[in-house]
């Protein structure tokens, strides 16, 4: 059934009885526009794409600079970040749902197969050391995370409310490893902006309200577009055939 026209008929007909053509109308697009941007496009941004996109996105993503291939899952994806990550190695693992649910967050930190930076920060004290743990998350040999957008045109698209994570993924990591589930391509980077305005950002700050009893929400306060990478081998992004993050 097409729900929106039952409610625009059924507007029209309540204007017909009361003379209220023009305001009946206006709600009557109002609606629509609601149900569009809940509905229609959260559909949109939570849809897996065809193989021919995710192919056509690696091609663009390696003529950039930024090495990329596509597994099936996250089980893989999981197995592929691990096979890339020298035991010792010094880790620092960004905030990241999608880490989280594969379950690499939970290898780095606690197997004791790394040197993980985020265990030496958990120890050290932010008003004593701030300057010291801000140098550590900045340049450590490894990082791995995630993005919010990435262009069929190869462009990645990185939002953050603190900034902390974009030291190390824009010049200080030597090794940059992003797990990317494969709903976060997008057709351009103005329909990545409005990925991340219009879904991410809602749905970020439910999160954070909820994480520290607060009720501001998240803020994009620095938004990261990267256009290539400058350095070969430097950055290395798996796109998973599953919904993963936000």
């Given at each position: ?6 409610i625009?008929?059924?507007?029209n ?13 206006i ?33 663009a ?81 490894y ?12 462009k ?14 824009v ?54 577009i ?21």
């Amino acid at each position: 059934m097409n729900y929106m026209l039952v409610i625009t008929t059924f507007f029209n007909f309540v204007d017909e009885e009361n003379g209220k053509t023009q305001i009946v109308n206006i709600l009557s697009i109002y609606i629509y526009h609601l149900y569009w941007y809940t509905i229609v496009m959260n559909d949109k941004w939570k849809s897996i794409p065809s193989d021919e996109v995710l192919q056509k996105t690696v091609e663009a993503l390696r003529a950039n600079g930024i090495n990329a291939e596509v597994v099936s899952d996250g089980k893989e994806a999981k197995e592929k970040v691990l096979s890339m990550l020298p035991e010792g190695a010094e880790i620092m693992n960004m905030t990241s749902r999608t880490l989280d649910t594969i379950g690499v967050a939970d290898e780095i930190v606690d197997s004791g197969k790394y040197n993980s930076v985020r265990n030496q920060l958990t120890k050290m004290d932010r008003t004593t050391q701030s300057l010291e743990m801000q140098k550590l998350g900045a340049a450590p040999e490894y990082t791995d995370g995630s993005v919010h957008a990435v262009s069929e045109d190869g462009k990645v698209l990185i939002a953050s409310n603190t900034g902390s994570q974009l030291p190390a993924y824009v010049y200080g990591s030597p090794h940059v490893i992003w797990v990317v589930g494969a709903q976060k391509i997008v057709e351009n980077i103005d329909e990545g902006m409005k990925r991340i305005y219009d879904y991410i950002l809602p749905l970020e700050s439910v999160r954070l309200n909820k994480a520290y009893n607060i009720n501001t929400g998240s803020f994009v306060s620095k938004l990261l577009i990267i256009n290539r990478e400058f350095v070969k081998d430097r950055v290395t992004l798996i796109l998973v055939k599953e919904v993963l993050g936000f």
